[in-house]
């Protein structure tokens, strides 16, 4: 005999004699009320139950709950009452009690997210003196510079794995989640390796917006005699993320006291005079790896305890992506055209290597459009879904080119002589070997492509 226990304000516990009886069978046998609008038939989702304690003594989902709760998002302990069987003692509630929850579940979408804690980097961003160029500037050019600002300031979250929450006024919400979850959390070691790599893309994103603001504020400048400044604070720890909102309008979201520290923490750099706060939560993990200049013992709003937050300033090892970038920031500072010598040297290859004549393809890349791949390229290099695009659009010119896959590793050391040429000051061996392998690897992923 098993008993299944409903939750509400009162518990309801059920008995079945039938080993393998349905969550839903048992339900309907003893009257309770149990929403099921597709007959039990795996249509719908309004059986829904969330299971408390009991777990292992469920079966495994089949392949039609697999499919909604793949489509859902659902963690483990969602699971479909007429399609799980019951095998010893649980105990669960009902996610749908009345019309009104069952308005709300039915307005989800195919890409909803019912509600899952998960390990996540949270990013909170201000624009320091909008307020000041609002108050002497028209309504069109206040939206236009906001606009171009989200633009600018996204770049680098998206492009090193992070998602965009939402814009706040003139802010930015942004977070960044474990990647292959399911497999790091289930080694010890591995999961903190896996919080220590989330980290350091978000920190690299931080940094990497500070670069996007000079070369934004050089615009304004130009433009509206006016530059701005930013203010960041980030903390890491568990969050919930789901769709939250009206049933008709949802967006998801993340909660929690993580959200709320590192937004505490984005407001703190005005009190200490800093631009970038990071909680003891992310030094202790990856502390090492950064230079802080300024530490600052606080007790954040609504915080019973104390904690320590950091001024971070940059890494303290070489981060390669973030040298790259840089680095390539200072060839377009130098020469903006660089891109044309490349293709020179490519042509002249292809010439003297592969007795082709280029005469009919020499009009086919425009010089500007693959710098501005080659740039994009580089610029996402920490997000590799992105990158794979970028990956596809190089190999094509290339190919374009007349230059086979077979030939494609030895363009690497033309590109690192054209690299070199327009950093005659600031080149190096380290900066060198540094180009070299991320070239080369990128080379074998467009040969695999």
Partial sequence: MSIVTFEDKENFPLETNKPGATILETALKHDYPLYHLCGGNAKCTTCRVFVTDGLQYLSMRNDREQTLADRKGWPSQIRLACQTEVFGDISLRRIIKDNKDLKTVT?????????????????????????????????????????????????????????????????????????????????????????????????????????????????????????????????????????IGHSEYKSQTVLGDTVNVASRLEALNKKTNTNFLISDEIFNLIGSSLSVNKKVITKLRGKSEKMTAYSVLGFNDSDSILLIQKSLDRVLEHNPNWTLGYLDKLKSFVNENLNKTLDETENRVDPHEFSSILESLIEKLGNPKSLKKEISKVKLIYESLGISKKDFPKLVPILISSIRENLPSEWNDNLESIWSQVTMDLTIETIES
């Fill in 107 to 243: 307005s989800e979408s195919k890409s909803s997210k019912t509600g899952e804690e998960c390990y996540a980097v949270i990013l909170f961003l201000d624009i320091k003196g909008f307020t000041a160029f609002t108050e002497a500037s028209l309504p069109y050019d206040e939206v236009f510079v906001l606009n171009r600002f989200f633009q600018e300031m996204s770049e680098p979250i998206l492009n090193n794995g992070g998602e965009i929450d939402k814009f706040i006024g003139d802010g930015i919400l942004a977070f960044f989640q474990l990647k292959n979850k399911d497999e790091v959390t289930k080694n010890e070691e591995n999961l903190k390796k896996a919080k220590q790599e989330t980290i350091r893309s978000a920190i690299r994103a931080c940094l990497r917006m500070f670069d996007q603001l000079k070369k934004f504020n050089l615009e304004m400048k130009d433009r509206f005699n006016f530059t701005f400044d930013i203010r960041l604070g980030l903390h890491a720890g568990n969050v919930i993320y789901g769709d």
